[in-house]
């Protein structure tokens, strides 16, 4: 068990709505990170948070946008969702081993846009 | 970041040890060597990173070549559960926590253990 958790397990929606992925970090970890998985992509990083400021940018869509609060949970929001959008949504967090940081995964979000 | 090349699929047997090979010829002086693993359709696992020193802890063995352009994962008794697919990633590991510390994913590779 990572630590991580994230809600809800599983989202079926239309094209076209909108949708809130949550994420909650280990207690302590101050960096999130958020990774898209479909099955023609493979998994590609989104975006990055650390104590509430976004800290990278990955391949993500104008259409998503993302926050960390000051409890240092993370929402994702997807939005004009698309067929293509369908995949699973991993968080992780950070902490640290020996001297680095390593990312630690939850167990994801798998969204299916009909 | 060095790209890595991995087969993209293996079998074990159970019991035997599992050994992942990975290629990365282009990799820095200052990039470390990552591996990951992803059972099924869950999170990415952590399992070990090197520098240039083999290293092991409790869930793998990872040997890296004088020269760092290839790594070795080794599960030295692989059982059903180990089934999963494993990633080399290779990337300079930060030393701070709010560093961009972003994994880029390859294909890895699909390790089948069989009875």
């Known amino acids: 068990d990572s630590g991580v958790t994230q809600t809800p397990k599983h989202l079926i929606t239309a094209t076209g709505q909108r949708v809130t992925l949550r994420c909650s970090p280990r207690?302590?970890?101050?960096?999130v990170y958020w990774y898209q998985q479909s099955l023609d992509q493979g998994l590609q990083f989104l975006i990055q948070y650390y104590n509430g400021e976004e800290r990278a940018k990955g391949n993500i869509l104008e259409r998503f946008s993302a926050q960390q609060f000051p409890d240092l949970h993370s929402e994702l929001n997807l939005s004009s969702l698309e067929l293509g959008d369908s995949a699973l949504y991993f968080c992780a967090s950070s902490r640290k081993v020996g001297n680095l940081y390593e990312q630690y995964f939850g167990p994801g979000t798998r969204l299916t846009v009909t | 970041d060095a790209k890595t090349t991995q087969p993209p699929s293996m079998d074990c047997a159970e019991g035997r040890a599992a050994n992942l090979p990975c290629n990365h010829s282009?990799?820095?002086?200052?990039?470390?060597v990552y591996w990951y693993r992803q059972i099924h359709s869950q999170g990415p696992q952590y399992i070990i990173h090197g520098l240039k020193n083999n290293e092991t802890n409790e869930m793998a063995s990872l040997i890296i070549t004088e020269d760092r352009k290839s790594s070795t994962l080794i599960l030295p008794h692989a059982t059903l559960r180990d089934t999963a697919v494993y990633y080399c990633?290779?990337?300079?590991?930060?030393?701070?926590?709010?560093?961009?510390?972003?994994?880029?994913f390859g294909k890895g590779t699909k390790l089948t253990v069989n009875p």
């Open positions: 207690s302590g970890d101050l960096s």
């Open positions: 990633i290779v990337r300079v590991g930060p030393l701070w926590q709010g560093g961009s510390e972003k994994l880029v």
């Open positions: 282009t990799i820095s002086g200052n990039e470390y």
